[in-house]
């Protein structure tokens, strides 16, 4: 088995090093702060001082981090892990970042005898924890067949998509209709508040039809119960349309309802709603329509 090195332990990395440490892959672990580290190496990984440590000790590496920057220093920068791994090594980066520089990163790799993929995933916290997440997939066949056994321990839907940066332009995507059929719950359950039809009853029914979807179930029930306690925080999706819309440009390409929710989360973010999950962008439109929640009326 290859031995496997994790860089990004937080509310995503740490639940998917467990399943490969679970899964009996060898394991090396750094993280900016020590808590998750210290948590993985008590479970049986081994630690590291730097990316460049984990590298050395690795043969593939899994990068899983907030943003662009943070993966183009912990991966080409000083100390980072292009620096330390070996020829023939892979590196695995699990971020969702600009397809740019996915591109770069393979670009880079290949220079050094190295393989890369860019490998975004689907499927929040819970999907992380249940080894259930959704994984597309940018690069060579030959890398991703390489990679393939580790995905199959933290994802069950593993789509390979193109070539490099194919993944990062996929999970793009991917956030566009999910943040879009947000917005649309939202507001279909404000207008039903506005109405003083009961949203619940309002939901009841359209899970019926076909306007069904996760985001109706799993989101709308948040929506109803206020309970935005993030599964996937406002100020990373936020981030995530950043790169939908900075890709967009360079394409030349108009996507106005991307850029018309994008601005409703940065309202949501400067109520200091950032921390909170995605469906809170509820509220920005519940205060638009002067609708005090949309719990069932009196």
Do not use: W, Y
């Not at 439109?285 to 949309?294: C, F, T």
Request: net charge neutral; aromatic share 2%.
């Amino acid at each position: 088995m290859e031995r496997v090195g994790f860089i990004g332990l937080g509310i995503m990395g740490k639940p998917m090093a467990m399943n490969l440490l679970k899964a009996g892959c060898p394991l090396t672990v750094f993280n900016r702060s020590p808590g998750p580290q210290n948590e993985l190496v008590m479970a049986g990984a081994t630690s590291a001082g730097s990316p460049k440590d984990v590298a050395g000790q690795s043969d593939i590496v899994i990068t899983m981090l907030p943003d662009s920057p943070d993966v183009e220093r912990v991966v080409l920068g000083k100390d980072g892990v292009l620096e330390g791994l070996h020829s023939g090594g892979l590196v695995l980066d699990m971020s969702t970042v600009l397809p740019s520089l996915a591109r770069n990163i393979q670009d880079k790799a290949r220079q050094k005898g190295c393989m890369a993929l860019d490998a975004p995933v689907s499927g929040g916290q819970v999907g992380a924890r249940d080894a259930t997440l959704s994984i597309m997939v940018g690069g060579t066949v030959s890398a991703f067949e390489r990679a393939r056994p580790i995905l199959e321990k933290m994802g069950k839907n593993i789509v390979h998509v193109g070539d490099a940066g194919a993944g990062q332009v996929t999970k793009a995507a991917n956030q566009i209709v999910v943040a879009v059929t947000i917005a649309a719950v939202s507001e279909a359950l404000v207008l039903a508040a506005k109405a003083g039809v009961d949203p619940s009853r309002v939901r009841e029914a359209l899970l019926g039809g076909f306007a069904q979807s996760p985001v109706l179930d799993l989101h709308g029930n948040r929506m109803l119960q206020h309970n935005f306690q993030p599964g996937f925080r406002t100020v990373l999706h936020r981030k995530d349309m950043a790169i939908v819309l900075n890709t967009a440009r360079e394409l030349e390409l108009a996507l106005p309802v991307s850029a018309t929710v994008a601005e409703l989360m940065n309202a949501l973010i400067a109520s200091g709603g950032g921390e909170l999950d995605h469906s809170a962008l509820v509220t920005v439109l519940e205060k638009l329509g002067n609708v005090q929640g949309i719990a069932p009326p009196s």
